[in-house]
């Protein structure tokens, strides 16, 4: 499969703690996103990487979210002290140029206890 | 004002009708437009790219008018398997990032 994946699919945590989430987007996409939705909304974007540069970050990305692109391939977002406000599914999509369409991986769920 | 704005429906039509979902942006600078199709639980796949001059597949069309800042999706010969949400997107030159609509979800009822 050379979609873009995202591990883990589901991820339940108690409120406070750390959790981390990785993205492999498809293998020629230069361009990676994060997004977060919840229901009955349509995704809200986070962040934005270019090759290993991460070029942009909404607002909603609180001093407690992090994400990385270290080598340009794979990225990680990390969420530290979580709050309930965070539960919400967690969207990677990948683009080879930044006017072209988007695709997703299939997310991330993450339940806060 | 939200970028991107859609009736969240639902639309709940039988199989066959045809059915219209519109979408209006507010930035006027938005350069490329897209619909996604959402399945339930699922991530948001691309269903087609909305240009200028309109663009059929199949049994979908796309319209777009820059004038009024409107952009719309046609479905004919509505299919059970059409049932899902429809996100209207647009991308705003030079912020790489896209804005989506709430999503407007259509029921099709055998």
């Known amino acids: 499969d050379t979609g873009v994946s995202q591990d883990p699919r589901h991820k339940i945590t108690k409120r406070g703690q750390n959790v981390t989430f990785r993205c492999d987007p498809i293998s020629e996409h230069n361009r990676l996103y994060w997004y977060r939705q919840t229901l009955g909304q349509g995704p809200e974007f986070l962040t934005y990487?270019?090759?290993?540069?991460?070029?942009?970050k909404s607002r909603l990305l609180s001093d407690r979210f992090s994400a990385e692109r270290p080598k340009g391939s794979f990225s990680t977002l990390e969420i530290q002290r979580t709050e309930q406000g965070d539960s919400a599914m967690y969207l990677c999509a990948s683009s080879p140029r930044g006017n072209q369409p988007q695709h997703f991986g299939d997310g991330t769920r993450l339940s806060i206890l | 004002r939200k970028e991107v704005e859609q009736d969240p429906g639902p639309f709940n039509v039988p199989e066959g009708a045809t059915v219209a979902f519109n979408c209006t942006y507010s930035?006027?600078?938005?350069?490329?437009f897209f619909w996604y199709r959402q399945d339930c639980r699922k991530e948001p796949k691309l269903l087609m790219s909305?240009?200028?001059s309109g663009n059929e597949d199949g049994r979908f069309t796309a319209q777009l008018n820059r004038a009024s800042q409107y952009i719309s999706l046609l479905i004919r010969d509505s299919k059970l398997s059409d049932s899902a949400t429809y996100l209207c997107v647009v991308n705003v030159g030079g912020a790489n990032n896209l804005f989506f609509g709430t999503g407007t979800r259509l029921t099709v009822i055998p």
């Open positions: 909305v240009y200028s």
């Open positions: 990487f270019q090759n290993e540069a991460q070029l942009e």
């Open positions: 930035n006027s600078a938005s350069q490329s």
